[in-house]
């Protein structure tokens, strides 16, 4: 039997502790409804926050009172609620506007030479969170007794909420011993470890955490987390072969989180997932970890099966709770045009995305891209966040970059989207706008138009050259057009799981031209 890992870390509190893990990564709360109130919404969510600082210094120790009173004078600073306000006069969301405000100080601190102002980034942290929960109506839970916390840092106010009479202890990946944090384990003799490194663990797994010697000890099989080389979206999905013998991959389109559980490693990957059916309001759009959360985790599910997330595509017809009333937005702004207009939604998700690449084969789709220019754009400001990650420590890597093909335009120029990693093809808005249908239209205009898509599918996969190409649209799911999509060149299929076994049955008796196998 395979030895418990001991993992080196550093002492910011004695003691020994053990107990089952507590992911903080991995909020359990609910989305909350999108945000909106203007200046009013943030001015009461800060006197909620500050309302529910209050309560928490009720009985404090002198230590725990003095770090309370500077969350709290950073709340009723007049210089945080001056900067708030110019980035919403500029157009900004309320929520995005507080973000950005808290994330500049934040950026500020870690800058810092000093240890000790470092470790103040995690207090900014923990008010900014604090506000975002007011104002979403989604406070942050408490975790169970006795657990061993591990995150990346930890909050003061979270520490101070805590029942620790029943034990447990702290483990960061990061974290620092001149923190906050630090500062009130050791006054609490909770047993705390920090500069861990990031680690693999579940919810509920046994760990142990040693403050005397700095050491964190994993169940057998535990293990480090490095960094994963560059993706490959040809990895194996689902494969099988035409009658004639050609590989066929088949992958599984995920709209609902509730779906990832359902997800098998063994048989399938995710050739799409649409994030903005997780993403449903303003308050998700900002929130970088719920997102991480439920990025990490489809990966995890998917093991060493490739998964494709597409970004936000919102807009026109897909609005997002809480961005509908913001006066820059055009009627026919969607997809990645809205979120080059909107960047303080797009490097949200970017981050979220870089951080979960480390977690398995991660590929990134952008929606409705139109010029290719667009690619460049936002694989630079991928870049950009993913710098600032690397400033604050944390693990990320650069995904491919991928487009939606579901613009005629686009597909019928497909050889200049030279920068784009790998092409999948909308039908669904392939259809609407090369027949100039609704989107939702009827089933007979999809089926009339279905010979000019197929035309226009055929000639795209030739321009598209050597690079991995796949359809992820409706059409891709109905058996019906099959032999037209084989004849046209494509070999990876992504469709709704309910329709994967009708699909497989379908693709065994053609071959690869789309011809009926002999004796079907």
Not at 9 to 34: C, H, N, R, V, Y
Not at 414 to 419: C, D, H, K
Request: aromatic share 4%; proline share 6%.
């Amino acid at each position: 039997m395979a030895e418990p890992l001991r993992l080196k870390a550093k002492s910011a509190s004695p003691g020994i502790a053990s107990g089952p893990a507590f992911l903080a990564e991995e909020p359990k709360a609910a989305s909350a409804p999108g945000t909106a109130g203007g200046y009013g919404a943030l001015e009461k969510a800060i006197d909620i926050s500050i309302g529910e600082l209050e309560r928490l210094a009720e009985g404090a120790d002198a230590e725990s009172r003095d770090i309370i009173d500077f969350q709290i004078e950073v709340l009723r600073d007049p210089s945080i609620a001056e900067a708030t306000g110019a980035r919403m006069q500029a157009d900004e969301n309320v929520v995005f506007a507080w973000v950005a405000t808290l994330d500049a100080y934040i950026d500020e601190l870690e800058a810092a030479d000093e240890e000790q102002m470092r470790a103040r980034a995690i207090d900014i942290l923990d008010i900014k969170n604090r506000v975002l929960g007011a104002l979403a109506g989604t406070p942050v839970a408490d975790f169970p007794p006795g657990s061993i916390f591990v995150g990346k840092d930890m909050e003061p106010s979270r520490f101070l909420a805590h029942d620790w009479s029943k034990g447990g202890g702290i483990a960061l990946f990061a974290g620092s011993t001149a923190g906050h944090v630090a500062l009130l384990a050791r006054a609490k003799s909770v047993p705390m470890v920090v500069g861990t490194g990031r680690f693999s663990a579940t919810d509920g797994d046994p760990v142990g955490v040693d403050g005397d010697a700095g050491a964190v000890i994993l169940k057998a099989g535990g293990m480090l987390i490095p960094l994963a080389p560059a993706g490959d979206i040809k990895a194996e999905s689902d494969e099988l072969r035409t009658a004639d013998g050609v590989p066929i991959l088949i992958s599984i389109n995920i709209n609902d989180p509730a779906e990832i559980d359902a997800l098998d490693p063994a048989t399938a990957g995710v050739g799409l997932m649409r994030s903005e059916f997780s993403v449903t309001s303003i308050a998700d759009a900002a929130n970088e970890e719920r997102q991480l959360a439920i990025y990490r985790r489809v990966l995890e599910q998917a093991g060493e099966r490739p998964v494709i997330i597409r970004m936000l595509d919102i807009g026109g017809d897909k609005p997002l709770a809480g961005l509908e009333d913001l006066p820059a937005l055009e009627p026919g702004l969607r997809g990645i045009r809205l979120l080059l207009a909107r960047p303080e939604i797009a490097r949200v998700q970017a981050r979220a995305l870089l951080r979960a690449a480390v977690f398995g084969k991660l590929s990134v789709m952008l929606p409705m891209v139109t010029f290719p220019d667009e690619i460049d754009r936002m694989r630079e400001l991928f870049r950009e966040e993913g710098e600032k990650l690397g400033r604050r420590s944390l693990l990320h890597r650069m995904p491919p970059l991928g487009m939606m093909v579901e613009v005629p335009s686009a597909a019928l120029m497909l050889e200049t989207f030279a920068s784009a990693a790998f092409f999948s093809f909308g039908t669904n808005d392939l259809t609407q706008y090369l027949a100039a249908s609704a989107r939702d239209g009827n089933e007979a205009d999809a089926g009339k138009a279905a010979p000019a898509v197929l035309r226009l599918i055929e000639q795209a996969v030739k321009l598209a050259g050597d690079k991995p190409v796949s359809i992820c649209g409706d059409m891709a799911g109905d058996p019906r057009y099959l032999p037209g999509l084989l004849a046209a060149g494509l070999r990876h299929f992504s469709v709704a799981p309910a329709r994967r076994p009708a699909i497989r049955s379908a693709i065994t008796g053609l071959n690869a031209d789309g011809t009926r196998a002999a004796g079907e």
